[in-house]
């Protein structure tokens, strides 16, 4: 009877010893007003007026979060610790030091969207983060970018950059061999460059939709050979050069609406090459000549262009985008189309299967990405599951069995 009571006591004993010093100690390194988790080692500071980094957070830490602070600045050893994935979205942030992450060798995730006194960055603001895959920074003010910002960020998949951007200098994305998504949709973008996204050989959607975009140079897509959705609507496109459509040899899906597209003679290579292609589009509706404002360009006919001069050879290898500029609009008023009936262009299936983009439904989710409920819960709000035991003190219920244990053992020794 007593050997057996000793035994689970030893067992008990070994279970307390292993509770109290073997559970993982960094809960108890968590820095002030923070909390933290094991496995993956998280400290979440997060909504805790910390105006600068908070001190503290221990090395090992796996991931960081810092959003809904009022941080305003990062500077070179603002951050003490290693860590994969740094959130530091819906702050008050205006600088970014040259070099400030350059410590966090295995960053993989940084996200510093939501930081709208985010006017200006310096070249090296992102130096070192030569394993990160995802960068947000949507819904900061940046109105430029420097031409150096991306440099080396050979890890990069996704780039999230809606701000006030003006244009996009040549070769501004050329280090991000393995970038897969660029989202700069709610910039204010005129022009694409020859050269603006060279290097981008494994993007795979690019969203540029909400733009004031009203020139495409025609070789801007040569490289995005394997881009499969292309978002250009609700900019100011009035053409667009064919070839900037045929160096897009993957393209499944394509929104083109909302663009001022004229329908004359200048319209013909693009809607030659919708009659080749197997894409889905979203509608592409025609401004002007007033004749076919309303008809949609990819279903015009033969005869639509039967006015036009025959192709100059050049235009065909796509060298100018203007060879029918000087064609008279009057042409089109004699036409035999003076119908106005539109071609209801109905969704595909693949399109209607589509991931839903829209800003609204991402700005939802924003901030859920990626997160377990485990980390989004906070004190009170936190399912019971999440009060985790303090980690320096052994739980009550192991009080009695300690006690009595103590006293068993001296019996058992003198009885036994
Ligand atoms: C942060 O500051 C605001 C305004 O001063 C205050 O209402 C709020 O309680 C503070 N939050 C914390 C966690 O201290
Ligand atoms: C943001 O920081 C600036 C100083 O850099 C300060 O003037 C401003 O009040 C701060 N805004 C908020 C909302 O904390
Ligand atoms: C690019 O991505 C591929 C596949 O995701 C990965 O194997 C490769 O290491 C990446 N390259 C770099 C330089 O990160
Ligand atoms: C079109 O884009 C502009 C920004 O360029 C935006 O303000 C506007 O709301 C967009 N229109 C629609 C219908 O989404």
Redesign the pocket.
């Known amino acids: 009877m007593i050997p057996v009571v000793a035994k689970i006591c030893g067992l008990s004993l070994w279970l307390v010893v292993w509770m109290v010093l073997g559970k993982p100690s960094p809960v108890s390194a968590c820095p002030q007003?923070c909390v933290c988790y094991p496995t993956p080692m998280t400290v979440s500071c997060q909504?805790?007026?910390f105006t600068a980094v908070p001190v503290g957070v221990p090395y090992e830490s796996q991931r960081v979060f810092l959003q809904n602070n009022?941080i305003t600045e990062l500077r070179v050893g603002s951050f003490g610790f290693g860590t994969q994935v740094l959130w530091l979205f819906s702050n008050n942030i205006t600088w970014i030091e040259a070099g400030a992450f350059s410590e966090l060798r295995d960053l993989e995730e940084l996200d510093l969207g939501d930081n709208p006194s985010l006017h200006r960055l310096e070249g090296g603001a992102f130096r070192g983060l030569e394993k990160l895959q995802s960068l947000h920074m949507h819904r900061c003010k940046l109105t430029a970018l420097p031409h150096d910002i991306f440099h080396k960020l050979y890890s990069l998949q996704f780039l999230y950059l809606q701000n006030h951007l003006h244009f996009l200098q040549d070769d501004i994305f050329s280090d991000l061999i393995n970038l897969s998504q660029l989202f700069i949709h709610g910039n204010r973008i005129r022009t694409l460059s020859e050269n603006v996204f060279r290097g981008l050989v494994n993007l795979d959607r690019l969203l540029l939709h909400d733009n004031r975009i009203r020139q495409v140079n025609r070789r801007a897509f040569r490289d995005l050979g394997r881009l499969t959705m292309l978002f250009l609507f609700n900019n100011s496109l009035a053409e667009l050069p064919s070839q900037t459509l045929r160096d897009l040899q993957g393209i499944e899906f394509l929104r083109l609406n909302a663009n001022p597209w004229s329908c004359g003679c200048e319209a013909r290579p693009v809607w030659e090459w919708f009659r080749e292609v197997h894409v889905s589009s979203s509608e592409v509706i025609c401004a002007s000549p007033s004749t076919r404002r309303g008809q949609d360009m990819r279903f015009l006919r033969e005869m639509d262009f039967a006015l036009c001069p025959l192709p100059d050879p050049g235009s065909i290898a796509g060298s100018t985008t203007t060879t029918f500029k000087t064609v008279k609009a009057g042409l089109y008023g004699k036409g035999p189309s003076t119908t106005t009936s539109v071609v209801k262009y109905e969704l595909g299936e693949e399109e209607l299967a589509l991931p839903k983009l829209d800003p609204e439904e991402y700005w939802a989710n924003y901030g859920n990405e990626d997160s377990g409920i485990t980390v989004r819960c906070f004190e009170l709000e936190c399912p019971p599951e999440f009060d985790l035991p303090p980690s320096s003190s052994a739980s009550p219920s192991v009080l009695p069995i300690l006690s009595l244990c103590l006293l068993t053992v001296p019996i058992h020794l003198l009885f036994g």
Do not use: I
Request: glycine residues 0%; without cysteine.
């Open positions: 007003n909504a805790q007026n009022r």
